[in-house]
């Protein structure tokens, strides 16, 4: 089980430019997640799917964050334009049904918009 | 509004020894806490978790107690070792929904 993987693991963009940010969760799992980590906020879920639908992204911060989900295998959060108040960590988690309460975190993929 | 989180923002043990991190919760309707631990440069990885039914679970070397009375949890660590040096996050899932919220998190420094 190669684990959540995420794309890329590292990105420094400019602002203004759009920046995708990908994920590919466990296969079998059927939820979603994407946070956004920062020193001054903690975690903070951005939006999460299941079954590929997506169920809240009431955490996402503004109309420059989509996120997308076209199959079980692959998600991607997009911003556009970026600014630099976006620069975090931004980590993909997911979740089968065989574990009530816990996630499976990917590496995560710092960006940083200068 | 609801939130999560703890009463220490680090915590430095002398390692062999056992560490005891807390955390204080406020969603009373949340049926699983759950501790998870990250590394340096790393996602953070599940620990263990406890139902909303239940008051103790233990898994190899952590326990994890839950006082609903005081809406209080805490991680206890046994024969705390270096590699446990990370930041502890103590999270909650809301009741009837998914989504997972996590507190602050708490420092833990083990001195060899």
């Known amino acids: 089980d190669a684990g959540v993987i995420q794309s890329p693991r590292h990105e420094v963009t400019e602002m203004g430019q759009e920046v995708t940010l990908r994920c590919k969760p466990i296969?079998?799992?059927?939820?979603l997640f994407w946070y956004r980590q920062t020193m001054m906020r903690g975690l903070e879920l951005l939006i999460y799917?299941?079954?590929?639908?997506?169920?809240?992204d009431s955490g996402m911060p503004e109309d420059r964050f989509s996120a997308k989900m076209p199959n079980a295998s692959f998600s991607t959060l997009k911003i556009q334009p970026s600014e630099p108040r976006d620069s975090a960590v931004y980590f993909c988690?997911?979740?089968?049904?065989?574990?009530?309460?816990?996630?499976?975190f990917g590496s995560g993929t710092r960006l940083t918009v200068v | 509004g609801e939130s999560v989180g703890l009463h220490l923002p680090t915590l430095s043990v002398q390692e062999g020894d056992n560490s005891i991190i807390n955390c204080a919760y406020s969603?009373?309707?949340?049926?699983?806490f759950i501790w998870y631990k990250q590394e340096s440069g790393k996602g953070p990885q599940f620990i263990i978790d406890?139902?909303?039914?239940?008051d103790k679970r233990q898994g190899q070397r952590v326990t994890v107690l839950l006082n609903k009375t005081v809406k209080h949890l805490s991680l206890q660590i046994a024969a705390t070792q270096p590699g446990d040096s990370a930041v502890y996050f103590c999270?909650?899932?809301?009741?009837?929904?998914?989504?997972?919220?996590f507190g602050p998190g708490t420092s833990l420094s083990v001195i060899p």
């Open positions: 999270a909650e899932r809301k009741t009837s929904y998914d989504k997972v919220i």
């Open positions: 969603n009373s309707a949340s049926d699983y």
């Open positions: 988690a997911s979740r089968g049904t065989d574990r009530a309460g816990g996630y499976t």
């Open positions: 296969s079998g799992h059927n939820s």
């Open positions: 406890i139902r909303s039914n239940m």
């Open positions: 799917f299941n079954n590929n639908v997506p169920i809240d």
